[in-house]
């Protein structure tokens, strides 16, 4: 595959980026910092082992009038795009939002309004090319509402429905969306906080992404255990969640 990948210097994006350029996907790095880019495309390029160079492209979430430029950068270097993988993203614990209103505005805004912006400007550039498959990093925070997530969890709820929304309308024009529901994964995002029960290596979670990728999944839990762990809290009584911590 031909992929742009937002976000593939961290983290889960780099644990994915890693998987594909293994495997021989010709990729294109999307991100704010140009040494970052770099040094991932370099890393990138001698693990697959290719002369086929690993593109880069300028894209700030914080800065919508990148997107535009950004994808038309990744599809002018691969040729086309046959994927656009989107991990980026801003977390910050609830306590952190609640004592800084406008961390609380920025973390929605870019986890929610601007990603949506994002994955428009992707979806009109796959569609015009024929179709392709949009994966984005949403969570398990969205699922529903609770006490240690109420902001972020919020914002990725939007997400996740939006992604839902344009798998029901773009699926038959040949827009296959996936949509990422991680857990709490070992990263440097959660290297700070106490690793709950199930939580995810970076590289065994990417495993499952791409193979969600590969089959077009419209959802994906990661770790596989959250499908379940979610299934129950979806169906506790409201009374009951007022009462727990989780």
Not at 43 to 49: E, P, S, T, V, Y
């Amino acid at each position: 595959m031909r992929v742009a990948i937002l976000g593939a210097t961290k983290g889960m994006g780099r644990s994915l980026a890693r998987a594909m350029a293994a495997r021989g996907d010709r990729l294109a790095l999307l991100g704010r910092d140009a040494e970052q880019l770099e040094r991932s495309a370099a890393d990138l390029q001698a693990r697959a082992g290719s002369d086929e160079p690993v593109i880069t492209a300028i894209c700030d979430l914080a800065d919508p009038s990148s997107f535009g430029p950004a994808l038309d950068a990744a599809a002018a270097g691969l040729g086309k795009l046959d994927c656009v993988v989107v991990t980026a993203g801003l977390f910050a614990t609830q306590d952190q939002l609640e004592a800084d209103p406008e961390l609380a505005l920025r973390l929605v805004t870019l986890d929610f309004a601007n990603t949506v912006g994002f994955c428009e400007r992707a979806r009109v550039k796959l569609l015009a090319g024929g179709g392709g498959k949009l994966c984005v990093f949403s969570s398990v925070a969205g699922d529903r509402g609770r006490k240690p997530v109420v902001i972020y969890g919020a914002a990725k709820a939007g997400l996740s429905a939006y992604l839902e929304g344009l798998d029901h309308k773009f699926r038959a024009q040949g827009l296959q969306t996936i949509c990422v529901k991680p857990g709490f994964v070992k990263t440097g995002m959660t290297a700070n906080l106490k690793p709950p029960p199930f939580a995810g290596e970076p590289d065994a979670v990417a495993a499952r992404v791409l193979r969600a990728i590969d089959r077009g999944t419209p959802v994906v839990y990661a770790p596989w255990i959250w499908r379940f762990v979610m299934l129950a809290i979806r169906w506790l009584p409201r009374f009951v969640m007022r009462r727990i911590g989780f």
